[in-house]
């Protein structure tokens, strides 16, 4: 089979490896596409070294067929569609014993920690496949996972119908909060300072506006009447966004940060103590999470088809982060049969 390794900065090798048969409570999938995110650019510019060992098979984002089951493996079939909710946790630190395991304190993230879909076959714990619909696509099914980060952060806003939402930043992540938000009945209005991301936003529906030619914070008043925004998730990463994000928020409104931000920034908690702003960090998802981004993309709520930019072959994998990191692409899926000989073993 196929397979793609990070091996430095910039580099991924793709080669012809062997498939090693599931093992004992393992399945082997059959990767069908996998997707290519923000974490994954930050390990092909080599910002996480320290953390993948190399040659390191990454990717979290995926979708396939179950190929193959290990000993002991019961409630899947071969040719079941499937992703994969790619966290191990140890069940016995203090997160995990409070009923958090999905941010346990050792945690291992599959994909980034250990082996991860950009490959032909992969095997994987049984206990991480989540079923798919027959009726969903396996492409669209590729954005499983991201879609389940936007419902984990809505849900952890505790959004409400009929709220107003602010969204900072309109890449794949702001853009499905954004979706889920609406579904959930909020008004939403979406902060990006690039004109190709803005006019996707624009295409779907949204109300979305330059921060270099109108100032978020005067809009969101005139919005809201001066009341200011129920929510706000900060997505951007951008020093200037976290600011943003107390400045217009209401009297008690939440403000959820979704961004990683792998150095501190400057936080108005003046702004917090004042208005007495409720401030959330939204890490990864839940089981739940899973569940309901399923439903919403085989519900055809995720405008799946306007969000996928380019399919690459698992071959030109190396393309693909390029295109990601010149910010023209929102997501890019790799197909990882595409070159595959026969079975893809």
């Known amino acids: ?20 048969p599931p093992g004992r409570g393992e399945v082997q999938i059959a990767v069908a ?6 974490t ?16 390191a098979v990454i990717g979290h984002e995926m979708s396939g ?19 994969v909710m790619p966290l191990r946790w140890d069940g016995t630190c203090p997160a995990c014993r409070a009923g958090n395991e999905h941010i346990c304190q050792h945690l291992v993230f599959v994909g980034i920690d250990s082996p991860g879909a950009l490959q032909g076959r992969w095997n994987v714990p049984a206990d991480l496949l989540v079923g798919l619909p ?10 499983v996972e991201p879609v389940a980060v936007a419902v984990h952060d809505v849900r952890r806003s505790r959004l409400a119908a009929g709220d107003r939402a602010v969204v900072l930043g309109g890449g794949p992540i702001g853009v499905l909060i954004a979706v889920v ?19 996707a936003v624009e295409e779907l529906g949204f109300r979305v506006v330059d921060p270099a030619t109108a100032d ?3 809009l969101v008043e005139e919005w809201t009447d001066g009341t200011g925004a129920d929510v706000v998730f900060e997505v951007s990463g951008a020093a200037p966004a976290v600011l943003t994000a107390t400045a217009v928020a209401k009297v008690r409104g939440t403000v959820v940060v979704v961004a990683i931000h792998p150095q501190p920034k400057p936080v108005d908690l003046q702004r917090v103590f004042w208005r007495e702003l409720t401030l959330l960090g939204a890490r990864v998802y839940q089981r739940t999470d899973f569940e309901r981004a399923v439903e919403l993309l085989a519900g055809g709520v995720v405008p799946a088809d306007a ?3 380019q399919v690459v072959p698992l071959a030109q994998v190396a393309d693909a982060f390029g295109a990601l990191e010149s910010g023209r692409a929102m997501k890019i899926l790799v197909d990882c049969q595409a070159g595959q000989g026969g079975d893809g073993r």
Request: with cysteine; aromatic share 6%; charged share 20%.
């Open 181 to 199: 938000a609406r579904d959930a009945g909020a008004e939403v209005l979406l902060v990006e300072p690039d004109a190709g991301r803005r006019t």
């Open 33 to 38: 596409y996998a997707g290519i995110c923000g």
């Open 134 to 143: 027959d009726g969903l696509s396996l492409q669209h099914a590729a954005l």
């Open 40 to 55: 994954d650019l930050h390990i092909f510019h080599g910002d996480m070294d320290a953390r993948v060992s190399t040659p």
């Open 216 to 218: 978020p914070v005067t």
């Open 307 to 309: 969000l996928i930019t």
């Open 65 to 83: 067929t179950v190929a193959a089951l290990g000993e002991g493996v019961t409630g899947w079939a071969v040719g079941d569609p499937v992703t």
């Open 1 to 20: 089979m196929l397979s793609a390794a990070y091996t430095g900065a910039r580099t991924f090798d793709v080669t012809q490896t062997r498939s090693v």
